[in-house]
Nanobody, 115 residues
Framework: QVQVAESGGGLVQPGGSLRLSCAAS????????AAWYRQAPGKQREFVAL???????NYADSVKGRFTISRDNSEKTVYLQMNSLKPEDTAVYLC?????????WGQGTQVSVSS
């Protein structure tokens, strides 16, 4: 059974930084792309960033230049470095590890940006 677990969320002041981690168990990571999504209260889940197997990245316009996605295949972990955080970045951040014929989600980690 594949498990995906996010960590690293918390409360941070505007302008601050956080690094989220997404660890995937099992052997799928080496053949997976990975993406981060977020969902704020009362809003639909929205795409944040993705990284393909070949390292190609894509970002939502709202986070370009502030967020960076990366992966460590030896650790089976995907990271989301978030800088210059804004109150509107407040949400539950979810990781999606996916490939041909599979897609796994974590439970999410809460990020709150407030003074």
């Amino acid at each position: 059974q594949v498990q995906v677990a996010e960590s690293g969320g918390g409360l941070v002041q505007p302008g601050g930084s956080l690094r989220l981690s997404c660890a995937a168990s099992g052997s799928i990571f080496s053949r997976s792309a990975a993406a981060w999504y977020r969902q704020a209260p009362g809003k639909q889940r929205e795409f944040v960033a993705l990284m393909t197997l070949t390292g190609t990245t894509n970002y939502a316009d709202s986070v370009k230049g502030r967020f960076t996605i990366s992966r460590d295949n030896s650790e089976k972990t995907v990271y989301l470095q978030m800088n210059s955080l804004k109150p509107e970045d407040t949400a539950v951040y979810l990781c999606n590890v996916y490939g041909i014929g599979f897609s796994y989600w974590g439970q999410g980690t809460q990020v709150s940006v407030s003074s």
